[in-house]
C-alpha cells in the first residue's frame, strides 16, 4: 500500500514564525502536491514538483514556497505565517507512470496561526 | 473556468437506505473524474475513478455514474451503514496531467443507526 506521512497532525503557530510542514511518501513516485483545504473551498493546490529540485506553482502559491531535496520528500515553508493561512494542509504523492493521474493522501496537518 | 458543485452540502440518512450524491462541473471537456472519502480531520481516501470515456465505475456497494453532456456525476451507495459517515468529494481532472483538478467542496453524509 502507498503511505504518504506527515510530520505533524496538529500545529499552532504565532503569526510571523517561519513553519515547516514535512511530507514523505515510500512508493518511489515522481509528483508530489501540497494543497489547503478551506470549508466551502474546497482542496486548492498551493504547489507540486514532479521531480528532485523542481516544482511548480499551483493555484495559490502566495506566501509559501517548498523545498524538494530527495524524491520521498517534499516540504512546505510558510516563511511568515499569517492568520489567513490557519488551515488543513494535505499532502499527496502520484507516479508518472500512470494513465489515471492518481494522487494518494497523507492524513493532513491542521495548522492554527495565532 | 471550471467550476465543481456538490449538492447537498450535508445529508442524513438512516441506516440501510440507498443514497446518491451529485457532483456538477461547468466544463465538459475533462480527462477523468475521481470520488473521494474523508473522515473527519483525516487525508482523501480514493473510491472510485471514471474515465472521461466510460459511464460507471462499481466498487462493492458503491457506484458512480459520469455524464459529461450534462456536467453531471453521481455517487450511489447501496444499503448505507454507519460507518459511511464520511465527507465525501468528487474531483474533475481537466487534463492529462497532474495540476489541473478541481476538486469539489463535498458532501457531509450522516448515516443515522
Known amino acids: 500500500d502507498v503511505k504518504v506521512t506527515q510530520s505533524s497532525r496538529y500545529l499552532v503557530k504565532r503569526t510571523g514564525e517561519k513553519v515547516f510542514l514535512e511530507c514523505v511518501q515510500d512508493?518511489?513516485?515522481?509528483?508530489m502536491f501540497w494543497y489547503r483545504q478551506d470549508p466551502g473551498l474546497g482542496l486548492r493546490l498551493i504547489y507540486f514538483s514532479y521531480d528532485v529540485k523542481m516544482k511548480e506553482k499551483g493555484d495559490i502559491p502566495e506566501g509559501y514556497s517548498v523545498s524538494r531535496e530527495k524524491k520521498e520528500r517534499f516540504s512546505l515553508i510558510l516563511e511568515s505565517a499569517s492568520t489567513n493561512q490557519t488551515s488543513m494542509y494535505l499532502c499527496a504523492s502520484g507516479s508518472t507512470g500512470t494513465t489515471t493521474y492518481e494522487q494518494y493522501f497523507g492524513p493532513g496537518t491542521r495548522l492554527t496561526v495565532t | 473556468k471550471q467550476e465543481v458543485t456538490q449538492i447537498p452540502a450535508a445529508l442524513s440518512v438512516p441506516e440501510g437506505e440507498n443514497l446518491v450524491l451529485n457532483c456538477s462541473f461547468t466544463d465538459s471537456a475533462i480527462y477523468n473524474l475521481q470520488w473521494f472519502r474523508q473522515d473527519p480531520g483525516k487525508g482523501l481516501t480514493s473510491l472510485l475513478l471514471i474515465q472521461s470515456s466510460q459511464r460507471e465505475q462499481t466498487s462493492g456497494r458503491l457506484n458512480a455514474s459520469l455524464d459529461k453532456s450534462s456536467g453531471r456525476s453521481t455517487l450511489y451507495i447501496a444499503a448505507s451503514q454507519p460507518g459511511d459517515s464520511a465527507t465525501y468529494l468528487c474531483a474533475v481532472r481537466e487534463s492529462a496531467s497532474y495540476d489541473k483538478v478541481i476538486f469539489g467542496p463535498g458532501t457531509s453524509l450522516s448515516v443515522i443507526p
Open positions: 512508493m518511489d513516485h515522481e509528483n
